[in-house]
């Protein structure tokens, strides 16, 4: 058997131990009279690779793979009903909201630090158009100008 086909072995019978009717179905949650159980959609992918050399030398082999899940629906079982309810796309949970605006709350604080600082630059301009009287400095020597 080569490296390729011993990896890819591997990694499918990792896959099969993993990949479950419990990794779909959750663990039941039950709360008073309630029984929630969450359904999952799940993901996976891998891949694998070997190449070889001359002789003993060159041959190398790796292998990699990853998994998603994601809630679907979720079956509320009550004292006298049973439901399924599905999870709504864009109900995210609070961290998923919060993440997907970073990106724009980052580009207000920087769009309102320029403004700031355009409204400093223009104040200053303003000041030495005057002869720099807001900054206490007078063009003329020997005047006295008050700063409060």
């Known amino acids: 058997m080569s490296e390729v086909e011993a990896l890819l072995k591997a ?3 990792e896959m099969e131990r993993i990949l479950t009717s ?5 663990e039941p949650i039950t709360a008073g009279e309630k029984t929630v159980v969450p ?8 891949g694998a690779g070997a190449g070889s050399g001359k002789g003993d030398e060159g041959a190398s082999g790796g292998a990699g793979g990853g998994f998603g ?15 399924v309810e599905p999870v709504r796309e864009g109900s995210g949970s609070l ?4 993440v997907e605006k970073i990106p ?12 700031r600082r355009e409204e400093k630059k223009e104040k200053g301009k303003e000041s030495e158009e ?3 009287e807001g900054k206490g400095r007078g063009k003329e020597r020997g005047k006295e100008i008050k700063v409060e």
């Open 69 to 83: 899940m994601k809630p679907v629906a979720v079956i509320i079982i009550e004292e006298d009903m049973v439901r």
């Open 11 to 13: 990694s499918i019978a």
């Open 104 to 115: 724009s709350l980052i580009k207000k604080e920087i769009d309102e630090w320029e403004d």
């Open 130 to 132: 005057k002869g720099g």
């Open 22 to 26: 419990k990794t779909v179905i959750g």
């Open 95 to 98: 961290v998923d909201r919060v």
């Open 39 to 46: 359904l999952l959609s799940v993901g996976a992918a891998f």
